[in-house]
């Protein structure tokens, strides 16, 4: 009856009285932590068009599904780790770990994502960009917002608990946020297993049957693969990675040179206008500080305390893949990139 009732006066209200409504009800709903639930279908121009910014312009103001290349893939948020098969990605190497041990046989601490869990661990959210910002100091990690898509803070915080908790119900699990957030540690151990089940569940079913877009369904947009464009003065463009990391680093994992990704109009972040980001503008972080973050994200390069703590455990759980006889995964075929990455 509510939806009912909310479709008749969205219907009969003037443009200029319901879209101010409409930013008014969205406003509040991200104050207290929600998220839009629903997205229009993506305009599917796989195989027609293979830049996302000419994509979004044939779109005409909806989302747009295109082919990604992996190699301007970013991925784990502001760890920026890029997608390839000898990525720190943490969840790459567990897919590759998986695919070369008898995974029934091995203990979850012994994984590559349990050592990651206990090697990254920012103390707040300037330690988890890597920046310097006194704002930022004072908010955890999850709470952490890019400047070019909005202020950190609260709001931030409530809607990946809602998150968290909502993938962890989705995937049979009954885990609350502060079982720990997936893309850093300190996580529980049954925050570890969900996370390793669900990797290896991605593992078995896409070196079975390959991975489609279908699969999750054209008409649910949130459901797919999906990112940020960030676009640097010259008009190259990186995807940096908000909803299916886990899909990603399997694909990365076992060799896929693209895959299908969701990009959308208020998703594309120019390094120019860093004046007019929110994030600066709220006073987070300053220009100089959010133009650097811009610059690591868009050039693959984790956090230095990531570098110091994570890449040279990453290097020798690379070298055990080795001797254990792994081999690297073939290529799955897909568009040239020819872009310095």
């Known amino acids: 009856m509510m939806r009912k009732a909310y479709r008749v006066i969205r219907h009969a209200s003037p443009g200029f009285i319901w879209k101010p409504i409409r930013r008014a009800v969205h406003d509040i709903a991200m104050e207290a932590g929600y998220r839009r ?15 996302p910014l000419e994509a979004l312009e044939r779109a005409n103001g909806t989302t747009a599904l295109v082919e990604i290349p992996m190699a301007r893939c970013r991925t784990l948020h502001a760890l920026a780790f890029p997608a390839h098969p000898e990525s ?3 969840y790459i190497l567990t897919a590759r770990w998986m695919q070369a041990t008898s995974q029934d046989d091995q203990p979850p601490e012994e994984s590559p994502l349990s050592a990651y869990f206990e090697a990254v661990q920012p103390l707040s959210a300037a330690q988890f960009f890597g920046i310097r910002s006194d704002r930022l100091s004072s908010l955890t990690p ?4 890019w400047p070019w898509t909005g202020p950190s803070g609260r709001p931030v915080q409530l809607r990946r608990h809602n998150t968290v908790a909502k993938e962890a119900r989705v995937n049979g699990w009954d885990l609350a946020a502060g079982h720990g957030w997936q893309h850093v540690g300190p996580v529980t151990e049954e925050k570890l297993r969900l996370e390793l089940e669900r990797t290896a569940n ?32 010259r008009g190259e463009w990186r995807f940096v990675v908000d909803g ?5 680093a399997v694909l990365a994992a076992l060799g896929h040179a693209t895959f299908p990704g969701v ?3 208020d ?9 007019e980001w929110p994030g600066v503008a709220a006073g987070d972080v300053g220009t100089k500080e959010a133009t650097r973050l811009f610059d690591r994200v868009f050039a693959g390069e984790p956090p230095g305390f990531v570098e110091t703590a994570w890449s040279p455990v990453a ?8 001797d254990h006889g792994a081999r690297e995964p073939d290529t799955v075929a897909g568009p040239a990139d020819s872009e310095t990455q």
């Open 315 to 322: 290097a020798c759980l690379r070298q055990a893949l080795r």
């Open 267 to 275: 998703g594309v972040y120019y390094r120019s206008g860093v004046e």
């Open 244 to 248: 299916g990391e886990h899909r990603v």
């Open 202 to 233: 991605l593992v078995r079913s896409i070196g079975r049957s390959g991975y489609r877009a279908e699969q999750s369904g054209l008409r649910r947009g949130l459901d797919q693969i999906r990112g940020l464009l960030l676009v640097n003065e």
């Open 142 to 145: 999850i709470a952490a917002e």
């Open 88 to 90: 720190d990605n943490p």
């Open 37 to 51: 639930d629903a997205e229009p279908s993506p305009c599917d121009l796989r195989g027609l068009i293979d830049d």
């Open 263 to 265: 990009v959308r109009p």
